[in-house]
C-alpha cells in the first residue's frame, strides 16, 4: 500500500509540475490539494502521522522578532488578495469571530482604535456594532493602510507598531485587535494599551489558537498541510501557509495576555474559545 501512495504521490507531483509550467493556475490548485491529501495518507500508512506534540522551534521562525515575522509575512505582494485569502482560509469564520467582538460594544463608544488594522475588514464591523464611533486604525505595513483608506471607515491611519502608538495617554474608549497578538511583545503591548485607553475603556482582542483535543489536533495539522501545499501555488502567500501553524501551535498568548492585563491592573478579564478552540477573544476592562 505505501508503495502504491509513493508511485501515485510521483505521477501527481509530475503532472502539478507541467501544469505549473503551462500557467495553468486551477488545475495546478486541484493537484496540490490532491498531492497533501496523499502525502497525509502517506505518513498515516507509515505510522509517522501528525507527532502533535512535536516542538515546532527547531524551525527557527520563533526565534524571529514578531514585528520581523510580520513583516515577513504581509507585504505588497500579498495585500490586494488579503481580503479574499482571510475569507477562504477561515470559511468564512473570520466574520463570525469578528461579530462576536462586537457584541462587547455598547453603542456609546466615541473613540475606537483599531490596532493592526490591516486592510480595514474589522471597520465595517464596528460601524455596524457602534454606528456613531469615530475609528482610527493603525498598521505596520504600509501598502494595507492604503488599502484601508479607500474604505473611508477611519479618521486617521498611522504606520506604527502596536507596542509604541503615536497617540497621547488617554485617547480612546475602546482598543480592538484581530490577529495581531501573536507578533507582538505582550508585556509592552497590554501597557501601551493601558496608557492611551481611558478610565472605564475596554480591550477586545482576537487570534487563532491551537485546538486542545485530539481530532482537532488532527484535522488542524491535516488543514495546514492542504495550505503549505497551495504556497507552492499561491506564492505571494508561501511564507505564510508555511509558517503560520508553527506561530500559532507555540504560542499561548491567551492565558500569557491575560496573566499580562491582571498584572497592569485591567479588571473584568474574560476568554472564550470559538470554532472549537481554533480561535479566541479575550477581554478586560481599564
Not at 501528525?50 to 521562525?61: E, L
Not at 471607515?153 to 480592538?176: G, H, M, Q, R, W
Not at 508555511?242 to 500559532?248: E, P
Amino acid at each position: 500500500m505505501i508503495s502504491f501512495i509513493s508511485h501515485f504521490l510521483a505521477k501527481l507531483e509530475s503532472i502539478y509540475d507541467s501544469q505549473h509550467s503551462c500557467g495553468n493556475l486551477t488545475c495546478s490548485i486541484s493537484i496540490s490539494i490532491s498531492i497533501s491529501i496523499c502525502k497525509i495518507f502517506y505518513t498515516c500508512f507509515d505510522h509517522t502521522y501528525f507527532n502533535i506534540h512535536q516542538s515546532a522551534i527547531n524551525d527557527g521562525i520563533l526565534g524571529t522578532n514578531g514585528h520581523l515575522i510580520a513583516t515577513r509575512f504581509f507585504s505588497s505582494k500579498n495585500a490586494s488578495s488579503y481580503d479574499k485569502i482571510v475569507r477562504l482560509t477561515t470559511f468564512y469564520q473570520d466574520s463570525s469571530w469578528k461579530k462576536e467582538m462586537m457584541r462587547f460594544l455598547n453603542g456609546k463608544n466615541e473613540q475606537i482604535l483599531d490596532l493592526a488594522c490591516g486592510t480595514g475588514i474589522l471597520s465595517s464591523f464596528i460601524h455596524n456594532g457602534s454606528a456613531s464611533a469615530k475609528i482610527f486604525g493603525t498598521d505596520l505595513t504600509y501598502e494595507y493602510l492604503k488599502l484601508a483608506k479607500n474604505r473611508q471607515s477611519y479618521a486617521l491611519l498611522t504606520n506604527s507598531l502596536a507596542e509604541f502608538l503615536p497617540y497621547k495617554d488617554e485617547s480612546f474608549d475602546v482598543i480592538v485587535s484581530s490577529y495581531l497578538v501573536k507578533y507582538a511583545d505582550l508585556s509592552t503591548l497590554v501597557r501601551e494599551h493601558w496608557r492611551v485607553l481611558r478610565k472605564g475603556g475596554i480591550i477586545i482582542i482576537h487570534d487563532f489558537t491551537y485546538p486542545n483535543t485530539r481530532i482537532m489536533k488532527v484535522l488542524w495539522h491535516f488543514y495546514f498541510q492542504i495550505l503549505n501545499e497551495l504556497g507552492k501555488v499561491i506564492r505571494s502567500w508561501r511564507e505564510v501557509f508555511s509558517n503560520l501553524d508553527k506561530l500559532i501551535q507555540q504560542n499561548p498568548w491567551v492565558n500569557n495576555l491575560v496573566r499580562e492585563l491582571d498584572i497592569v491592573g485591567f479588571t473584568s478579564i474574560s476568554k472564550k474559545y470559538y470554532t472549537y478552540g481554533t480561535s479566541a477573544i479575550v477581554y478586560a476592562k481599564k
